[in-house]
């Protein structure tokens, strides 16, 4: 067998063919109970490249991690050829509390590629992107809108890069959000590694939507067997049309503080003018109207019941890949 056949992984020395789920430990809790992160990995016989899937890298972005869970219950990751390497849960200190960041207070996603001597989120960055990210070639992961706001299904892409877009297209999302890396993120520390990876986005937090996890799922499958290695007993169904790429998009902020009553879905086609939400409050005296400022898409909605002056309610879409003169 050639060397390079030989996964090697957390000291670990995988063959092809194998399937194995490797546990790391960064840190224990206060009790010194172990919190081990399962990394589950299965190799054909056949080599090929190598895909990382994660989820949860906010500990209360649970619908993220019920799509790698899907993934791997329904088998979708023994791949024809090539490894498979699912992570379904990254932070699991987040995830025992419902919490989006790390026991230290930091977001794990701005603290990329991490340091050996600093902060339990920044050591634990260190390791995995040391350990870890160097055996992906791709890399799919998954996140969900923060808070109460409801992220349509999407994936977000750096648009300089021509391989990803394409990669994106074959996802199939119903939206493609065109977003520059940010500084400190796994996404970034990625791309300057040659790792190509693409960020979906879906749901909000500490909730579970069937439909965004379908979407998720199917959306793998094809990047799958876009890349030959999705089994041929799985079946895709057909396509919709194309995915909705977006270049500009913005918050549309609350007038008052109130209750609001959302009236319209995420995801939906709206024209300028038209009615989207009221505000009211909680005595019957007041009720303000909230209409779109301007045709697009409705990409994110905060389904929060009561909100303040100047949160963001409604992110919409302002232009189009196909509308904007390139």
């Known amino acids: 067998?050639?060397?390079?056949?030989?996964?090697?992984?957390?000291?670990?020395?995988?063959q092809l063919g194998e399937s194995r789920t490797i546990n790391f430990n960064i840190a224990n809790l206060y009790t010194s109970t172990k919190v081990e992160i399962p990394i589950i990995i299965e190799r054909s016989k056949k080599s090929g490249p190598t895909v990382l899937i994660?989820?949860?890298?906010?500990?209360?972005?649970?619908?993220?991690?019920?799509?790698?869970?899907?993934?791997?219950?329904?088998?979708?990751?023994?791949?024809?050829?090539?490894?498979?390497?699912?992570?379904?849960?990254?932070?699991?200190?987040?995830?025992?509390n419902m919490d989006r960041f790390f026991p230290d207070g930091r977001d794990l996603n701005r603290v990329f590629p991490g340091s050996k001597n600093g902060s339990l989120a920044s050591q634990f960055a260190y390791q995995f992107t040391n350990e870890i990210l160097p055996v992906a070639d791709?890399?799919?992961?998954?996140?969900?809108?923060?808070?109460?706001?409801?992220?349509?299904?999407?994936?977000?892409?750096?648009?300089?890069?021509?391989?990803?877009m394409k990669l994106a297209?074959?996802?199939?999302?119903?939206?493609?959000?065109?977003?520059k890396n940010v500084d400190g993120s796994f996404r970034a520390t990625c791309s300057k590694k040659g790792i190509?990876?693409?960020?979906?986005?879906?749901?909000?937090?500490?909730?579970?939507?069937?439909?965004?996890?379908?979407?998720?799922?199917?959306?793998?499958?094809?990047?799958?067997?876009?890349?030959?290695?999705?089994?041929?007993?799985?079946?895709?169904?057909?396509a919709r049309a194309k995915s909705i790429v977006i270049k500009k998009s913005y918050w549309v902020r609350a007038k008052n503080s109130g209750m609001?009553?959302?009236?319209?879905?995420?995801?939906?086609?709206?024209?300028?003018?038209?009615?989207?939400?009221?505000?009211?409050?909680?005595?019957?005296?007041?009720?303000?109207?909230?209409?779109?400022?301007?045709?697009?898409?409705?990409?994110?909605?905060?389904?929060?019941?009561?909100?303040h002056k100047g949160d963001a309610i409604f992110h919409i879409t302002t232009a189009l890949f196909e509308d904007a003169n390139e």
């Open 138 to 164: 791709y890399c799919l992961d998954f996140h969900t809108g923060g808070g109460s706001r409801f992220n349509a299904a999407h994936i977000r892409v750096d648009p300089t890069n021509a391989e990803l």
């Open 196 to 238: 190509k990876i693409l960020l979906f986005e879906g749901g909000k937090s500490q909730n579970s939507n069937k439909d965004i996890a379908k979407e998720g799922v199917i959306g793998t499958m094809r990047i799958l067997k876009h890349l030959e290695m999705l089994m041929p007993e799985f079946s895709i169904p057909n």
């Open 169 to 179: 297209e074959t996802f199939n999302a119903p939206f493609t959000l065109l977003s």
């Open 54 to 96: 994660t989820a949860g890298i906010h500990g209360d972005e649970v619908n993220g991690v019920e799509i790698v869970r899907q993934i791997i219950s329904k088998k979708i990751n023994k791949p024809q050829c090539g490894t498979i390497i699912c992570i379904p849960l990254l932070n699991v200190f987040g995830f025992l």
């Open 260 to 307: 609001l009553h959302i009236k319209i879905p995420c995801g939906k086609h709206v024209e300028k003018g038209e009615f989207l939400a009221t505000i009211t409050d909680p005595y019957g005296k007041m009720r303000t109207v909230v209409k779109a400022p301007n045709e697009g898409y409705i990409i994110n909605v905060n389904e929060a019941p009561i909100i």
């Open 1 to 14: 067998m050639k060397k390079s056949d030989v996964l090697n992984i957390l000291g670990e020395h995988i």
